[in-house]
């Protein structure tokens, strides 16, 4: 292992202490069952910022310069695509199992357009601007290294959250009424958990270190990496509020 690999992976570490891992969400989430629409709350949020995730690997392929950097990303891509497969496409699976546990709290079939009905939370509309930024193609004047930083980010950050929100959704499986039937729902988080985001959080630290020549392009991976860190922090403490908020008009009801 070189030394900018090293200095690429102390830095990916610093996501476990980091307030976008440890934060008012995860806490309710992991703890309490809540009602549909706090759960709703939670959906349209986390559907509206995860539907993009393929689209922003995409665009950090084409500020690697390195072609290793770019096989690297691709591998990202192609599984965040299925795999060729289109019912296996990550947001496919997420959007199937986001319906499902809705349309179960709800009592009734839940739809995408209600999913995607709603103007999402200030905090929500807040971090896609500020994601897309970071990825934008042409970078605003920023090294390239900067948005290998905001890749590295949030794929050593996935993998924890996904175990979270897995490990939240085990609080509404008294919903199914068999066990397998709970398990297929939950394919999105099982193909992360098992597989796909292990993999893409070495893909990520190998294209960060490809494409880290000099200690400038360090600095710039250091700043993307940051960057995206606070704005994960910010829109999770902002579903956190909403949801508490929404919590507390049901119990004055």
């Not at 393929?54 to 310069?65: G, K």
């Not at 390239?144 to 924890?160: F, K, N, P, T």
Request: glycine residues 6%.
């Amino acid at each position: 292992m070189n030394i900018t690999t090293t200095k690429v992976e102390a830095l990916a570490h610093t996501v476990f202490t980091h307030g976008a891992l440890n934060n008012a969400f995860y806490q309710r989430w992991l703890n309490e069952r809540m009602g549909f629409d706090e759960v709703e709350i939670f959906a349209r949020n986390y559907w509206a910022r995860t539907r993009r995730t393929a689209t922003m690997v995409a665009l950090s392929l084409l500020r690697a310069n390195t072609l290793p950097a770019r096989v690297e990303i691709v591998k990202n891509l192609y599984s965040e695509l299925g795999g060729g497969d289109v019912h296996k496409v990550h947001s496919v699976l997420l959007r199937s199992y986001l319906l499902d546990v809705l349309s179960r709290l709800a009592g009734r079939p839940y739809s995408l357009a209600e999913l995607e009905a709603v103007p999402v939370l200030p905090s929500t509309q807040l971090f896609i601007e500020e994601q897309e930024a970071l990825y934008a193609p042409h970078g605003l004047g920023r090294p390239d290294s900067y948005v290998l930083g905001a890749l590295l980010a949030q794929e050593w950050l996935a993998y924890s959250m996904l175990t979270r929100l897995y490990e939240g959704a085990r609080n509404y499986q008294h919903l199914y009424t068999h066990n397998d039937e709970f398990h297929e729902q939950c394919e999105y988080f099982h193909v992360h958990i098992g597989e796909a985001e292990k993999e893409h959080k070495v893909q990520a630290v190998k294209a960060a270190a490809l494409e880290c020549c000099t200690e400038q392009d360090l600095e710039g991976l250091k700043v993307g990496f940051n960057r995206f860190l606070s704005i994960t922090e910010n829109y999770w403490n902002g579903m956190a509020l909403a949801m508490s908020a929404s919590s507390m008009t049901a119990a004055r009801a």
